[in-house]
């Protein structure tokens, strides 16, 4: 198994410019999470889903974020328009019982 | 949701030395797992233990469910051991979805 994929590795992109985030999780793991880790606020949940249903999505951090799961292989995360303060490494994780997390995004809006 | 505290934040051992991180966790937890995040950036999943205790090679933890704590032992540290072990939960309003405390910084030296 390739484990949790994650798409671009690394994205540098101009503030006001819409960002997209590709997730590919491990096939039969029907729980997909989206993370965000920065220095000052550690690792937040920003949304979750089950079986490819939004269960949770109280922690993305506005309007701007916006996440969708179209089937059980590919989940991608948007944000639009990109702010400098939203430069991050955002994680995806999906889990059977255990987490197995992708290698990140690392996103810095310029 | 559920508060996740961990303690000490930083840690220095030489090699060869062992070490016990410590989790408390606010609330009654249906899940609770132990990460180590490497020097470039990796979250590795190294143990999901609500409770009990388990063991792998030279980790091994302990949950305490009535007493709301985790502890992970690393014994006969590595330089490898280096990075941040983070303590995640989850209570049983959220699902699966992962409260991560703030983190232990470990440093091993030669």
């Known amino acids: 198994d390739a484990g949790v994929i994650q798409s671009p590795r690394h994205e540098v992109t101009e503030m006001g410019q819409e960002v997209t985030l590709r997730c590919k999780p491990i096939s039969g793991h029907n729980s997909l999470f989206w993370y965000r880790q920065t220095m000052m606020r550690g690792l937040e949940l920003l949304i979750y889903?089950?079986?490819?249903?939004?269960?949770?999505d109280s922690g993305m951090p506005e309007d701007r974020f916006s996440a969708k799961m179209p089937n059980a292989s590919f989940s991608t995360l948007k944000i639009q328009p990109s702010e400098p303060r939203d430069s991050a490494v955002y994680f995806c994780?999906?889990?059977?019982?255990?987490?197995?997390f992708g290698s990140g995004t690392r996103l810095t809006v310029v | 949701g559920i508060q996740v505290e961990q303690s000490p934040p930083d840690l220095i051992l030489q090699e060869g030395a062992n070490s016990t991180l410590r989790c408390n966790f606010s609330d009654s937890v249906n899940n609770l797992q132990w990460f180590h995040q490497n020097p470039w950036g990796q979250l590795i999943n190294l143990f999901y233990?609500?409770?009990g205790t388990k063991q792998n090679g030279r980790l091994s933890a302990t949950t305490v469910a009535t007493e709301r704590y985790s502890l992970l032992y690393i014994s006969s540290s590595q330089t490898t051991d280096s990075g941040v072990y983070f303590c995640a939960a989850a209570d049983g309003n959220s699902g699966y979805a992962l409260n991560f405390g703030k983190g232990t910084s470990l440093l091993v030296t030669p």
């Open positions: 889903f089950n079986n490819n249903v939004p269960i949770d």
């Open positions: 994780a999906s889990t059977f019982c255990g987490y197995t």
């Open positions: 233990i609500p409770s």
